[in-house]
């Protein structure tokens, strides 16, 4: 009950210990210059917020985001897999993240730049 | 006497410029898909495709009516080469049976008959006999064409004359094989005059100008190095002719050829798009009708994107940058599908990006049925005001509907398709089919014109009728079911790309709209209406090109100075209100706030929304 009251909803992320030697951090400077606005990311949670896949799935780009530069690989291809497409993220960031192509990019970068 | 050894330059090329273009094509047939090879070959029997493409090859390929239509010196100058190159072909061609007793030639013999044949009983200026006439026309024909390089030389610097602001940048390669066509005729015409100077058997135009010639040249020193010059000048046009842009003169033929007989660019690269990619001449017309040119990406165009691709250089920036507006495809006189083009090569370029959408099938069923399906898309749930005053249209009608994506929706899959993915748009298109199925609706109504296209184009919903939500209120207002009154309003309206250039509808927004406000005229409105900048086509773009491309179209869009900017797109309202250059609103947002309430009870708390719709518009 008092973990329920004290999440405001912003982990994206259960708590774990995280091995950040083993991961892979090549792949957020692949994307980054293949897609620079990812700099751009305040991980506001907006693009998750409006999100259409988001409605069916626990999709959701802020995380995808913080796992591709933390260089947490691992299932992520799977996630972008759920993406539509639709650009809903793309109108709403406060940032002007390309995230169409972010995503593009990012299954780009994971399907060809794995170790 | 009938060879001389300066043909062969010419001979030569002809006969490698023909070969090659035997295993380019015989390449391409292999390569089509079986479906398509039968088609073709259907075609081929088919008399009335058969005048249809030779009708098109007549008006477009040679006489250019569409580059007349763009602009009348333009299309002069491309006549001038195609028409007059044609004509001078075939009549030289008959001129030579004149003095061979009606048998064929070998095809050096008619192209350089003046070198042959010294015909002295021909006057000058003879025209009523037979050999007379021909001279006379050949003449006139060199003229003719000589005419149109003289403006293809002006349009090198004042291409502004010619309607163009921008002209291709052209590659060394192409500027070779540019400068052997444009060397051909001026040789043909020196190499005739110098002859004629000395046997004296031109028409007019060689005659004279070799009258002229003898008084201060030693023409029988300069006549036959004449004669090699102009073979090697055809020689080398047609051996560079497969490699260079002029690989469309033969390529344009065949395009038409299957386009008629019913081929069309597939969903992924092939033979056809092989086809279409050397049907470019590279004229440049899609340059300036591109947007791109105001984000500075000029490079970026229909003409470069296709020479890449076709030169195989990879670049991806090329294929992701396009806003997929169609102005391009609008405006190009061959009629290449150069948004299929974008899309095949996205496909290539995106063929890794996977995607997997079974989640989407632990939804719930959709339980309520009714006659009319409403679905405000994705960009809909973005526009909330477009959704509230549809549904207060709805019940202002007395409309037995039912909201298919009020809880969110699933994405109509043209964006994926956009973007290449074709399988995984294909799976979106089912998982809709399905949904919208279900409701066993007789309509479906859309607000945007993105899912609009693409029910029509992909969706297979049997008896549901597609309709836009413009066409839809348009409807309503015909049938008495709604009553607008007019609000004292200047107004313009902004054909979004997908619901105009893309579904053809112009006039059912504009008739609503007529009946609510003064509607101005844009310049560049209905066929040649403007992208906002915020399509979905576009992958690569940032967001400081794109309100560069949104700030050019309003510009256009407000000469008028209109109260107000009224669009059918949700996506078009949302970019253009970023601009703050005018209030913007979407079709329905206005029709509602216009409409008298008739069914009050059914409208009930809705009506204190409207109202606070009129009080934040102002």
């Not at chain 2, 444009?182 to 004296?200: K, N, Q, V």
């Not at chain 2, 010059?229 to 055809?234: E, G, K, Q, R």
């Not at chain 2, 899609?286 to 296709?306: P, R």
């Amino acid at each position: 009950m008092i973990k329920k009251v004290i999440n405001f909803g912003y982990a994206v992320t259960p708590d774990r210990q995280i091995d950040f030697d083993a991961n892979i951090h090549d792949i957020c400077k692949i994307v980054a210059v293949a897609e620079p606005t990812l700099n751009l990311c305040i991980s506001c949670g907006s693009c998750a917020a409006t999100c259409s896949a988001a409605l069916f799935t626990d999709f959701s780009l802020r995380q995808v985001i913080l796992l591709v530069r933390r260089g947490e690989t691992k299932g992520l291809e799977k996630e972008i897999s759920k993406c539509m497409l639709c650009g809903k993220c793309q109108l709403v960031c406060p940032r002007n993240v390309s995230t169409r192509n972010l995503i593009i990019q990012i299954s780009k970068a994971l399907t060809t730049a794995r170790p | 006497m009938t060879f001389d050894l300066f043909v062969l330059p010419f001979f030569i090329g002809l006969l490698f410029m023909l070969a090659v273009l035997f295993i380019k094509y015989s390449r391409w047939i292999a390569m089509m898909k079986a479906s398509d090879r039968i088609k073709a070959g259907m075609a081929l029997f088919s008399i009335s495709c058969q005048l249809k493409t030779i009708r098109e090859i007549f008006m477009e390929s040679l006489l250019h009516r569409k580059m007349f239509k763009r602009n009348p010196l333009l299309g002069y100058m491309h006549m001038s080469f195609a028409f007059g190159w044609f004509l001078l072909i075939v009549m030289g061609n008959l001129e030579s049976r004149i003095y061979s007793g009606g048998h064929i030639n070998p095809p050096y013999y008619p192209i350089f008959l003046k070198f042959f044949i010294h015909d002295k009983r021909v006057l000058p200026f003879e025209i009523f006999t037979l050999p007379g006439f021909f001279r006379f026309t050949m003449d006139l024909l060199l003229l003719y064409v000589l005419s149109g390089l003289v403006l293809a030389l002006f349009k090198r610097t004042r291409s502004k004359c010619f309607g163009l602001k921008q002209t291709t940048n052209h590659k060394r390669f192409d500027r070779w094989a540019l400068t052997s066509l444009w060397l051909i005729f001026p040789m043909r015409l020196l190499a005739e005059s110098f002859t004629a100077g000395i046997y004296r058997g031109g028409g007019f135009l060689t005659n004279t100008l070799g009258s002229i010639f003898d008084l201060m040249l030693p023409l029988e020193y300069l006549t036959y190095p004449a004669w090699w010059a102009y073979s090697t000048m055809l020689g080398i046009f047609f051996v560079t002719l497969p490699w260079s842009r002029f690989m469309h003169i033969p390529t344009e033929i065949i395009l038409i050829f299957l386009r008629n007989a019913g081929i069309k660019q597939g969903k992924y690269p092939g033979s056809f798009s092989e086809i279409e990619l050397r049907s470019c001449p590279r004229c440049g017309v899609c340059i300036d009708v591109c947007q791109m040119n105001q984000a500075g990406l000029k490079g970026s165009t229909a003409v470069y994107f296709i020479r890449s691709l076709r030169d195989k250089e990879t670049n991806v920036q090329l294929s992701s940058n396009c806003m997929m507006c169609g102005r391009c495809l609008e405006a190009c006189p061959v009629g290449i599908d150069t948004l299929g083009l974008r899309v095949g090569a996205r496909s290539v370029d995106n063929k890794l990006v996977a995607s997997d959408f079974s989640y989407l099938l632990k939804k719930p069923v959709v339980e309520k049925t009714a006659e009319v399906v409403y679905f405000a898309g994705c960009m809909g749930h973005l526009t909330p005001g477009v959704i509230r005053a549809m549904l207060l249209i709805f019940k202002n009608a007395g409309i037995d509907y039912t909201f298919l994506d009020e809880e969110g929706s699933v994405c109509c899959g043209r964006p994926l398709k956009l973007a290449g993915l074709q399988e995984s748009a294909a799976k979106l298109v089912k998982e809709n089919t399905t949904k919208i199925l279900d409701t066993k609706a007789k309509i479906i109504v859309t607000s945007c014109p993105i899912c609009y296209k693409v029910f029509n184009s992909d969706y297979k919903l049997d008896e549901i009728e597609v309709m836009h939500h413009s066409v839809y209120i348009n409807n309503l207002v015909n049938d008495g079911k709604l009553v607008l009154r007019p609000m004292d309003l200047k107004a313009v309206y902004h054909d979004p790309c997908e619901l105009g250039r893309g579904s053809g509808i112009y006039d059912q927004p504009r008739n609503v709209l007529k009946q609510i406000a003064e509607v101005a005229d844009v310049t560049e409105e209905r066929v040649n209406s403007l992208c906002c900048g915020g399509s979905i086509g576009e992958i690569s773009m940032n967001a400081t090109q794109r309100n560069m491309i949104r700030d050019g179209a309003l510009e256009i869009l407000c000469v008028s100075q209109p109260e107000i900017l009224v669009t059918a797109c949700p996506l078009c309202k949302k970019t253009f209100d970023s601009g703050n250059a005018v209030l913007v609103k979407d079709i329905a947002e206005i029709v509602a706030e216009s409409m008298i309430l008739v069914n009050k009870d059914n409208i009930g708390v809705e009506m204190e929304t409207q109202k606070k719709v009129e009080y934040i518009s102002g």
